[in-house]
């Protein structure tokens, strides 16, 4: 059982360049969610999604945009990447319900230069 | 509206001494509470969680936690620590309120020393 994959696991980026961050998971979940960790912050919620088609904003949307066509995937879309944006980001995902716990992918460490 | 405050942004133990991670939260709603650990350049991994039942709450690792709704304390223990405790713990709350988003307290760095 794979849980939740991320890839890349590290990025590279010029300003102005954009990506894609994947995630997919393997657990059926209905919620997924992209956070970004930078130190003495903690993470913080980007976007996130309660099912199929579902996708809303959290702290920190600026910059960032994500689509969830299946259940499965929730890809992160950085539009025009800036220095601000150099951080560790994750993925996670959660079955439905208020008091489950979420599942975290490894991480992509992302420099932008 | 929920939030969670970490009060140590560092700790530091002689490995054998006990561990106390320290964890307040707001919430406008009944909780949910979880405690996540951070190895170096690794993603999280869920130490324990409390969901309304009992109070006192076992982990993996011999980690527990005492859920407090009169002090709005969710702290973390383990009476002997080990090296390969050292790591960053996140305390983490949501409501049991529809869907709730987490709300992540911003980590204690546990140092574990010989």
Known sequence: ?????QTPKFQVLKTGQSMTLQCAQDMNHEYMSWYRQDPGMGLRLIHYSVGAGITDQGEV?????VSRSTTEDFPLRLLSAAPSQTSVYF????QGGARTEAFF??????TVV | AQSVTQLDSHVSVSEGTPVLL?????????PSLFWYVQHPNKGLQLLL????????????????????????SFHLTKPSAHMSDAAEYFCVVTTNSGY?????????MLLVSP
């Open chain 2, 49 to 72: 969680k409390y969901t309304s039942a009992a109070t006192l709450v076992k982990g993996i690792n011999g980690f527990e936690a005492e859920f407090k709704k009169s002090e709005t």
């Open chain 1, 1 to 5: 059982n794979a849980g939740v994959t």
């Open chain 1, 105 to 110: 992918g490894q991480g992509t460490r992302l």
């Open chain 2, 22 to 30: 320290r964890c307040n939260y707001s919430s406008s709603y009944s």
């Open chain 2, 100 to 108: 709730s988003t987490l709300t992540f307290g911003k980590g204690t």
């Open chain 1, 61 to 65: 949307p600026n910059g960032y945009n």
């Open chain 1, 91 to 94: 993925c996670a995902s959660r």
